[in-house]
């Protein structure tokens, strides 16, 4: 079974906090990304990678960056958490060609007070 | 901008079809999607439409495909409680810096009442 797991699935911070969250799967992917869900704004993407030590910017990269050391780890980092950072993230994992269908994590409801 | 549309909001009566629709933006998509997220989940791909199709059906669902309108449309037969979730509609783009990447839809809250 295809597998993406994030690293909590909760998470309070404090203003001015450096939040890291972590993503791991386990198929061998090159593709990782990772997007904010918000109410009525659907997924929006921060930042995606293609390859070990790459990165795209994706729409909404601002007071985010990430970090791909390993294929299967992507770690997306927050510098100095601010309050309009509260929001559900999702990373999502796919093949290069094929179907190119992304797999996605559980989430990480992340709440910044 | 990259705007795929839906609306946002459906409800339907258990036992009725549940038709959801969007609009994409490239013509030259290669694939189209459609997920499926449940409260308090990531998405799962439902299923998808390569772009030299029309129509694809999968036991209760049917994608249709109107390249010239650029219209997608998901239809639900039979739908059932179970079925109440957020479904989004995708495309893909297979371009340059684009390449794996995913364009979607604001997502379409669908409500069955018993």
């Known amino acids: 079974d295809v597998k993406v797991t994030q690293s909590s699935r909760y998470l309070v911070k404090r203003t001015g906090e450096k939040v890291f969250l972590e993503c791991v799967q386990d198929?061998?992917?090159?593709?990782m990304f990772w997007y904010r869900q918000d109410p009525g704004l659907g997924l929006r993407l921060i930042y995606f990678?293609?390859?070990?030590?790459?990165?795209e910017k994706g729409d909404i990269p601002e007071g985010y960056s990430v970090s791909r050391e390993k294929k299967e780890r992507f770690s997306l980092i927050l510098e100095s958490a601010s309050t309009n950072q509260t929001s559900m993230y999702l990373c999502?994992?796919?093949?290069?060609?094929?179907?190119?269908?992304?797999?996605f994590g559980p989430g990480t409801r992340l709440t910044v007070t | 901008g990259e705007d795929v549309e839906q609306s946002l909001f459906l409800s339907v009566r258990e036992g009725d079809s549940s038709v959801i629709n969007c609009t994409y933006t490239?013509?030259?998509?290669?694939?189209l999607y459609w997920y499926k997220q449940e409260p308090g989940a990531g998405l799962q791909l439902l299923t998808y439409?390569?772009?030299?199709?029309d129509m694809k059906q999968d036991q209760r669902l049917t994608v249709l495909l109107n390249k010239k309108d650029k219209h997608l449309s998901l239809r639900i037969a039979d739908t059932q409680t179970g079925d109440s979730a957020i479904y989004f509609c995708?495309?893909?783009?297979?371009?340059?810096?684009?390449?794996?990447?995913?364009?979607f839809g604001r997502g379409t809250q669908l409500t069955v009442w018993p």
């Open positions: 999502a994992s796919s093949l290069v060609g094929g179907l190119g269908e992304q797999y």
């Open positions: 198929m061998d992917h090159e593709n």
């Open positions: 990678s293609y390859d070990v030590k790459m990165k």
């Open positions: 490239d013509s030259s998509s290669t694939y």
């Open positions: 439409i390569f772009s030299n199709m």
């Open positions: 995708a495309e893909r783009h297979d371009r340059g810096s684009t390449l794996g990447r995913l364009y």
